[in-house]
């Protein structure tokens, strides 16, 4: 951009920004710098009151633009549906999914033969393929691995390649990383805990990068006690280790990709933005100050949170303009809108 222009458009904010100050507006929070500025939307979902959130798990964006979310609900809550779907300024569309009450965690939004797909990872149901409207296509409760194994099972994300193949990662569970068809027929098993190259480690998220020659499942990983970074490693589609990732993290969560660029959610506070090489290109929103005060925070009413920072990133979407949606793993739930600027 030329030297003038982009004076003129600093200008002009700067001037927009006092016209707000003095008609009693309050100043828009930004996040990041030079081509990656965001406007920090904390109150952005207009939520009706028959809803209340739970712990807002899930987060996509389909083709109109609208945003799914997809939270615990409430214990005693009228209205237990756990799948909210906004359209682009927050408006309330409709809601479903009860039955996910309590166990609502992974959510992916695909396209499969021309229609959008939902995959939603239950930490006590499983697995469920559902359309948009909440119409159940198919539910594996248990990959059939675990016959026979007297194994922790609680499947936290899920990610789909570019033939369907589903990965499943039960993250809370045994540590492994399971194949499926795009039928949901299981195909194998791979991963497992520990720190090895091919191990994983507490994966909790997962994401098909297809931004180069081959493509990768990135495994977000973390360390079960809580003590050390986690780390990001890349696997081939059938489970060998090609390399672990540079980007420094603290507890990834899950991921979306939009062009050349990846958006990592990080429990501990911030939004990390990466390119392809896995540079951190961007961290935006850092509220990070020490474990305890996130972890307490994040169990108080959002009055309590700070606009421009955030608590506990577990999901995020981009949607077509290159905006960014972030749900926050806090008891009352949270989900931000990360509006991004002319850079």
């Not at 004076?7 to 707000?20: E, N, Q, Y």
């Not at 965690?105 to 396209?111: A, R």
Request: glycine share 12%; aromatic share 10%.
């Amino acid at each position: 951009m030329p030297t003038s222009r982009r004076r003129f458009l600093a200008t002009l904010a700067t001037v927009t920004l006092s016209l707000r100050a003095r008609a009693g507006e309050t100043a828009p929070v930004i996040v990041g710098e030079g081509a990656h500025r965001y406007r920090f939307h904390d109150a952005w979902p207009k939520l009706p009151p028959h809803l209340q959130w739970g712990v807002t798990h899930g987060v996509a964006v389909d083709r109109r633009g609208n945003v799914h979310v997809f939270h615990t609900s409430r214990p005693g809550a009228a209205n237990q549906d756990c799948v909210v779907v906004f359209d682009r300024a927050g408006n309330f569309l409709r809601s479903w999914g009860s039955q996910f009450v309590g166990g609502a965690h992974g959510m992916d939004l695909i396209v499969e033969d021309g229609r959008e797909i939902l995959y939603l990872t239950d930490l006590q149901r499983g697995l469920f393929k559902m359309t948009l409207e909440g119409e159940l296509l198919w539910h594996v409760a248990q990959p059939e691995w675990y016959r026979g194994r007297d194994v922790k099972y609680r499947p936290s994300n899920v990610a789909v390649g570019p033939e369907g193949d589903v990965f499943l990662a039960d993250g809370y569970g045994s540590y492994f990383i399971h194949h499926l068809t795009k039928d949901g027929r299981y195909v194998r098993t791979f991963g497992g805990p520990g720190e090895e190259a091919g191990q994983t480690q507490h994966p909790h998220g997962l994401f098909i990068d297809r931004r180069g020659s081959e493509p990768l499942l990135v495994v977000g990983e973390n360390d079960p006690k809580g003590e050390k970074p986690g780390r990001l490693q890349a696997l081939s589609l059938d489970g060998r280790h090609r390399r672990f990732l540079p980007t420094p993290v603290r507890s990834p969560r899950h991921f979306d990709q939009r062009g050349k660029l990846a958006v990592i959610p990080d429990l501990d506070a911030r939004v990390t933005l990466v390119d392809e090489q896995y540079r951190t290109v961007a961290n935006l929103g850092d509220g990070w100050t020490t474990k305890a005060e996130v972890r307490a925070l994040r169990t108080r009413t959002s009055d309590h949170f700070t606009a421009g920072k955030f608590v506990c990133p577990h999901d995020a979407a981009f949607d077509a303009e290159g905006n960014i949606y972030v749900a926050e793993w806090v008891a009352h739930g949270r989900i931000v809108k990360l509006e991004k600027l002319a850079g």
